[in-house]
């Protein structure tokens, strides 16, 4: 179903991003959607695929956001990806000021996971910063405070994150997501 491996993702995504903050990002964000994916036993493979392309424009659309996910379209087209999985990553950008979606919403369910997963990565990757690296022993309760705290890793949109809600319990979620993270904390310099 999907017309490139893991690998050949990872290497797409370091050709048009070379900052190590994002690939970690992009990372994450793999590893939540392949963890909520196996709850719900959706496909893994497709679900982390979506995680880890979200992004594949933003090295080259950074610097004037409003252009960001104009260029991803054409990047998974070339790669030989459908125009629903494109659809699909578009939809984690609807309210923005980007690529004219800033009045679109979300409908369906793998839209309210890509955009609440690939947000609640920045909460949880800071607050393991603030606990010196370490995710191992991270819970549900801890995090839980940082979301709540609203000048905690601010830039983290906390209503996207609530859109999960549509789907499972932001508890239940939250334990997805910081198990995910869990499993690759070597690849994302975490303990």
Known sequence: MLPISQEQAL???KKYNSDERDIIHYLESEAVMREIA?????????YAML?????VDWGITKDNPETHLTKMPEILKEQGFENEFINIILSHGYGFNCAGLENKKRTQKIEYILAASETITG?????ALMR????SDMDVKGLKKKFNNKTFAAG??????????NIISLDTFFE??????????DRVGLE
């Open 156 to 165: 983290c949109d906390r209503e996207i994150i609530k859109e999960i809600e």
């Open 51 to 55: 995680g880890l392309l979200h992004d």
């Open 176 to 185: 997805i997501a910081i198990n995910g993270i869990k499993k690759i904390k």
């Open 11 to 13: 290497e797409l995504v």
């Open 123 to 127: 909460l949880i990757h800071a607050y």
């Open 132 to 135: 010196g690296k370490k995710i």
């Open 38 to 46: 196996r709850f719900l036993e959706e496909d893994e493979e497709y």
